[in-house]
């Protein structure tokens, strides 16, 4: 492992505003950050986490949560976020297949799928964070009737998404395909991550849905 990645694992095992898989004390952070608050917002796999800290700015008494299993990603976003001094973001190193054992029933108010991995072929559809798999995890710490909001440069997940949302009597709420060339679009999908400054620079275009489930 290069010797900067190696430093900022160090550094991210000391950050108060991150808890890992490895820390036995993570679910005390994270109960001390969620404490007493009712709106909730996930960004998963958050990467750097410029999505997470965008909404922390924009809405300063929600407490936001970006999660990744990657470290060093992390690193980048909870450091920006102690430069910023915002106290209403946190971040879970954490495998997202596993939300059920860190997150309590009908207790998260929205969800971002900000730019995951696509995992294009057929023996990796379960590992689609649109799949019934984490639909159905999704469904269950969910309030009723919350957002669920899904931006991706990949056309095929995209169309994959829309049906199997519809499978699982979701319901389609906005289905935007080339959000760039549509004219104005809200402010929240002005956000670009890094992956998806790099997506636009390849010409790529960004596709954006909003659902919930039922």
Not at 28 to 53: P, R, T
Not at 119 to 143: A, G, M, V, W
Not at 144 to 154: Q, V
Request: overall charge positive; glycine content about 4%; proline content about 4%.
């Amino acid at each position: 492992m290069p010797k900067k990645k190696l430093e900022r694992f160090t550094e991210l095992a000391k950050l108060k505003n991150v808890a890992q898989i490895n820390q036995v004390d993570l679910k005390e952070k994270l109960n001390k950050f969620l404490l007493g608050e009712q709106n909730i917002v996930l960004e998963l796999a958050c990467g750097k986490g410029d999505y997470s800290l965008a909404l922390a700015q924009k809405f300063p008494h929600h407490k936001i949560i970006g999660i990744d299993i990657q470290g060093e990603r992390l690193w980048s976003g909870a450091t920006k976020a102690q430069e910023k001094k915002l106290d209403n973001i946190f971040w879970l190193r954490i495998q997202i297949e596993n939300l059920l054992e860190y997150f309590t029933k009908q207790s998260i108010a929205e969800i971002w799928i900000t730019f995951p991995d696509p995992f294009p072929k057929d023996k990796q559809i379960k590992k689609r964070l649109t799949s019934p798999r984490f639909l159905e995890i999704y469904k269950k710490i969910l309030i009723p009737n919350a957002l669920i909001h899904l931006k991706t440069d990949d056309l095929n997940l995209f169309d994959y998404s829309i049906e199997t949302i519809k499978n699982q009597a979701g319901e389609i709420l906005e289905e935007i395909k080339d959000i760039y060339n549509q004219g104005d679009i809200p402010d929240l999908l002005k956000i670009k991550t890094d992956f998806e400054k790099k997506h636009l620079q390849a010409g790529k275009s960004i596709h954006y849905l909003k659902f919930k489930l039922s």
